[in-house]
């Protein structure tokens, strides 16, 4: 078992930068490809970024390229994604998961671990 707790969502305005962490527990979180999603009201679940298990690859939607970034601390078992540039299409409760693999970063189902999530508002 993986147990994955996310921290740094807030409020925020427009143009501001957030940094989101999410903190692994359990079985060996170097093993895992981590990856980050969001949802918003009204809306499904959407992949954000991913980062593989040894953190050399890492994927973005293109509705985020070029605005975040996503990394891994091993020594912490801690996983974050840098969000810059925020627009109120950002709103959105974030979501850390652990476990894809293969090329399957950007679906949801191919993650065996979720976290609680963390809103992020971002006000005009």
């Known amino acids: 078992q993986v147990q994955l707790v996310e921290s740094g969502g807030g409020l925020v305005q427009a143009g501001g930068s957030l940094r989101l962490s999410c903190a692994a527990s359990?079985?060996?979180?170097?093993?895992?490809?981590m990856g980050w999603f969001r949802q918003a009201p009204g809306k499904e679940r959407e992949f954000v970024a991913a980062?593989?298990?040894?953190?050399?690859?890492?994927y973005y939607a293109d509705s985020v390229k070029g605005r975040c970034t996503i990394s891994r601390d091993g020594a912490k078992n801690t996983v974050y994604l840098l969000m810059n540039s925020l627009s109120p299409e950002d709103t959105a409760v974030y979501y850390c998961a652990a476990g894809w693999s293969g090329n399957y970063y950007h679906i949801a189902g191919q993650y065996n671990y979720w976290g609680q999530g963390t809103q992020v508002t971002v006000s005009s």
């Open positions: 980062v593989n298990w040894s953190g050399g690859s890492k």
């Open positions: 359990g079985r060996t979180f170097s093993s895992y490809g």
